[in-house]
């Protein structure tokens, strides 16, 4: 059964940063793209980052460039997503995705078959 877990999320103040994790099992990580997708209040789905399974990454969005950035580690079979110099604008929830296939979708593909719950950040003061 494939499964995505997301964790790490929480409050934080604004400029600090947060490490998410994209825990997978039923399938391995390494052979496949997995992104990363945030969706605040009153707002749509937005695109952030896709690592495929070569390790290429795919930057959607010019928001969290130079801030965030996404990993994996194969062994623990999880994909990461490094978040610093948080803003407030980051606050919502963020969740991971797969279709289980070696690369990455474009920025406005939002039909994946298998999605996180999702893990809640909030940056405030």
């Known amino acids: 059964q494939v499964q995505l877990v997301e964790s790490g999320g929480g409050l934080v103040q604004p400029g600090g940063s947060l490490r998410l994790s994209c825990a997978a099992s039923g399938f391995s990580l390494d052979a496949y793209a997995i992104g990363w997708y945030r969706e605040a209040p009153g707002k749509g789905r937005e695109a952030l980052l896709c690592?495929?399974?070569?390790?290429?990454?795919?930057n959607y969005t010019d928001s969290v460039k130079g801030r965030f950035t996404i990993s994996r580690d194969n062994a623990k079979n999880t994909v990461y997503l490094q978040m610093n110099s948080l803003k407030p604008e980051d606050t919502a929830v963020y969740y991971c995705a797969t279709d289980l296939i070696p690369r990455c979708r474009g920025r406005w593909y939002f039909a994946y078959e298998y999605w996180g719950q999702g893990t809640q950040v909030t940056v405030s003061s």
């Open positions: 690592i495929s399974s070569r390790d290429d990454v795919a």
